[in-house]
């Protein structure tokens, strides 16, 4: 069965920053690229950053550009993303996401909270 575990939100004033964790089981980790998604009240989940299992090249939403910072040790089946200068519209329940075989499996999500 397959299992992400988001860790690490927080509540945090503006500027401040919080490292998220996803951990993964039941799944061959190294062969899937991990991704960071999230969903702030009365809004549609989007997407923010994501990893390849390739060569661990990340992508990053406009948003969060020059913010966040994704990484994936593979050893500890371990996705990362370091968030600094954060904002208040950067609330949300960041939740991480493995896509296998057309099918989506995502963490049970951790909640940011970023005050002015």
């Given at each position: 069965?397959?299992?992400l575990?988001?860790?690490?939100?927080?509540?945090?004033?503006?500027?401040?920053?919080?490292?998220?964790?996803?951990?993964?089981?039941?799944?061959?980790?190294d062969?899937?690229?991990?991704?960071w998604?999230?969903?702030?009240?009365?809004k549609?989940?989007?997407?923010?950053?994501?990893?390849?299992?390739?060569?661990?090249s990340?992508?990053?939403?406009?948003?969060v550009?020059?913010r966040?910072?994704?990484?994936?040790?593979?050893?500890?089946?371990?996705?990362?993303?370091?968030?600094?200068?954060?904002?208040?519209?950067?609330?949300?329940?960041?939740?991480?996401?493995?896509?296998?075989?057309?099918?989506?499996?995502?963490?049970?999500?951790?909640?940011?909270?970023?005050?002015?």
């Amino acid at each position: 069965e397959v299992q992400l575990q988001a860790s690490g939100g927080g509540s945090v004033q503006a500027g401040g920053s919080l490292r998220l964790s996803c951990a993964a089981s039941g799944l061959s980790f190294d062969d899937h690229a991990i991704g960071w998604f999230r969903q702030a009240p009365g809004k549609e989940r989007e997407g923010v950053s994501c990893i390849s299992s390739v060569d661990g090249s990340p992508y990053y939403a406009d948003a969060v550009k020059g913010r966040f910072t994704i990484s994936r040790d593979n050893a500890k089946k371990t996705v990362h993303l370091q968030i600094n200068s954060l904002k208040p519209e950067d609330t949300a329940v960041y939740y991480c996401n493995a896509r296998i075989r057309r099918v989506d499996y995502w963490g049970q999500g951790t909640q940011v909270t970023v005050s002015s």
